[in-house]
């Protein structure tokens, strides 16, 4: 770009020419502010290409009828230069394409090609994380009521980074690189990668079965092995759990996919089992109505199905029987505590005893022996 330094009154005006465009900059130069003008080439001569003449008389009548301030394009302010200035055009844009427009403004404006393209690509990146977070939490607010906690999550992450992948590769395109040389790139990488750790891959194939079989979703309380805890996140690599004792769990796909999982929370109803024993000069039938009483008088117990109470076998010292009493998921940890408690009392106020093993030791002392006479010699042997 040439620029003319002419120097005269306090509004001299000089007429340069752009390399890179066919539009011309009129710099109105005061004795306090510096304004840009651009006009387009259909409004002079092509004489008038390169450097003009100076322009002594700047007023209303003589003003530019096609001149444009430079400023930012979707700013609607009045900016004023004395009598030469006019209020900024409304230029419609994408919010993306107005950051661009900004940004390459302030490049030109500070001759710094580079650094222009950098905050272009910053700007891209800003626009594009803002846009895919925005986006991201509408489509979970859309079908929150259609998806469950687990796709409503995969749903977020999909909009978000792919958003945010679209606005890198736009980053980088305005960094000059070819976003096609950089997506092949990324597959090549992506496939080395996954040669080399095939753990990885494992876990990442066993997360897509995990997800497709919906055997457990986000909120189930699942148990595997000897671990039990609340499903928190099921990823690509992992599924984390939360146990009952707050502990932070992270179980690898791969072990999730070969191991037994028993979803605990997955109906909405549950059984719950108590083994206990009664003597055995105890009354069955008594003690069958006294552990049924307990069971309706307990409001969290269900009616249906109804409580029941089996015989389990004869043990040691004790008549065994199984109470089974059906209650909501979300009471089963509350009525765990409270119908074995209910029972005992019960028990005691009706005289059933419930007997445990006992061992009892008798110790008998025998007469010390009378003492025997010797055996008599064998007889002798002649030859």
């Known amino acids: ?44 001569s092509p004489h008038q290409r390169g450097i003009a003449p100076p322009v002594w008389a700047l007023n209303r009548r003589c003003r530019p009828a096609r001149a444009v301030p430079e400023i930012c394009p979707f700013a609607r302010r009045k900016a004023t230069s004395g009598h030469a200035l006019r209020r900024a055009p409304r230029i ?6 107005a950051v661009n427009d900004l940004l390459a403004s302030l490049a030109e404006t500070l ?30 607010r859309a079908t929150v009521r259609l998806l469950d906690a687990q796709q409503t999550m995969l749903l977020r992450r999909f909009v978000f980074y792919g958003l945010l992948g679209g606005a890198l590769l736009s980053a980088m395109h305005a960094l000059g690189f070819n976003p096609a040389v950089l997506v092949g790139t990324a597959g090549v990488i992506t496939v080395a990668i996954g040669f080399a750790s095939q753990t990885s891959a494992s876990n990442i194939i066993s997360g897509l079965f995990l997800v497709g079989e919906r055997s457990f979703v986000v909120g189930d309380r699942i148990r595997v092995g000897e671990t039990m805890g609340e499903v928190l996140s099921i990823d690509m690599l992992s599924v984390k759990l939360r146990t009952l004792d707050n502990l932070y769990v992270r179980i690898p796909n791969e072990t999730m996919l070969k191991s037994e999982v028993t979803n605990i929370g997955r109906f909405p109803i549950r059984r719950f089992v108590l083994t206990l024993g009664v003597a055995y000069h105890s009354d069955l039938d008594q003690v069958r109505r006294v552990l049924l009483d307990v069971c309706h008088a307990e409001p969290l117990a269900l009616e249906e199905p109804a409580p029941g ?25 509350e009525i765990l505590n409270r119908i074995p408690e209910s029972a005992k009392r019960a028990f005691d106020r009706e005289g059933i005893e419930i007997p445990f093993p006992q061992r009892t030791l008798h110790m008998v002392s025998k007469p010390a022996a009378a003492t025997a006479a010797p055996d008599p010699p064998p007889p002798a042997t002649t030859p």
């Open 1 to 44: 770009m040439s620029n003319s330094a002419l120097r005269g009154s306090p509004s001299t005006v000089w007429w340069t020419h752009q390399e890179r465009s066919v539009r011309r900059t009129v710099i109105v130069a005061g004795p306090r502010r510096s304004v840009r003008w651009r006009f387009s080439s259909s409004a002079h």
């Open 92 to 97: 419609p844009g994408r919010a993306v394409s």
């Open 111 to 140: 001759e710094l090609p580079f650094w222009g393209a950098v905050l272009r690509a910053t700007g891209t990146l800003l626009v594009g994380w803002f846009l895919a977070s925005l986006l991201s939490r509408l489509a979970v």
């Open 309 to 333: 109470v089996y015989f389990d076998g004869f043990g040691d010292s004790s008549m065994n029987l199984r109470l089974l009493v059906w209650t909501a998921r979300e009471n089963y940890f």
